[in-house]
């Protein structure tokens, strides 16, 4: 709608994971280091955190794109909504390593089925990654049993698989009363929220990703979307997505200090009256 105004190619705060406005902050950098180091080593398991809108499903879908690129290394499963049942779970890891699985399957085949392909991946010098987003969804301390028992099929000194495990920071929390499990994640990381500097940083960024030519908002009016979101991307792009479109209403040059307050206040004011229906 605004695109013509401020001469954009697209729209730059849309909330879709898309990893091509990836903004290369130090710690969305150190997250997808860590992860990638965890892979790359064949590390057992692996955990990112942070909070809604912090920026972890666009790392996993960074993660993917790298090792789809890789396939002749890498095998990779992507798991969204994991608040299914533990056999539903390993069905779907199974059946995303391409095997196809009869509906009624026991567990026992299950596991059987899964050793397999595993075991078919690692003669083929492939090294299967699984991912689990929004994993703090899990609800059942089961279904996080049996992924910690993925990670005991072993062969020689080696893991059949990596486990990278992305959610909100409950998930930190679960983690800390499975201590079994806990102990089997080498790597952790804490994705925590941009601070002013980066947050001016990823406004500009996304702006530039999108076609602009000039900075789009001034100094004063990103300082203050920064302590209006508290630096979580989702936050940042939902106040500067609506003061764009209001800046080209008012047909300002730039988002100045008066929008960005004024946005601010409205989409504060909208949460509020939205958690009392
Ligand atoms: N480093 C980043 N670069 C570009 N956009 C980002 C970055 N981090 C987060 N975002 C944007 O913020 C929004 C929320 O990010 P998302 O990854 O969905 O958060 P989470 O999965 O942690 O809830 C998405 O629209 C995403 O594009
Ligand atoms: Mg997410």
Redo the contacts with the bound molecule.
Sequence with gaps: MYEGYWKLKEKPF?????SH?????KK?DEALMRMLYAVEEKKGAAMLT??????????VKEIMNRLEKQVDNYRTVLIINPAIPQLELLGEIIYQLGRSIPVEMKKAELLRSLNDVLHKNIEEDRHVVVII?EAQAIGKEEVFEELRLLLNLQMGEGFLLTLLL?GQPELGEKMKRLRQFEQRLSIKYH?SALNQEETKG?IHH?CKVAGAGRELFTDVACNLIYTGSGGI??EI?NICDISLLLGAGRKVTQINEEIAKEMIEELKGSKLSGAQE
């Design positions: 849309e909330n879709v994971a898309d406005f990836l903004y290369h902050s969305h942070g909070e809604y809108g912090s920026g972890k499903t666009v790392l987003d992305a994705l990823y996304r991307p989702r792009n």
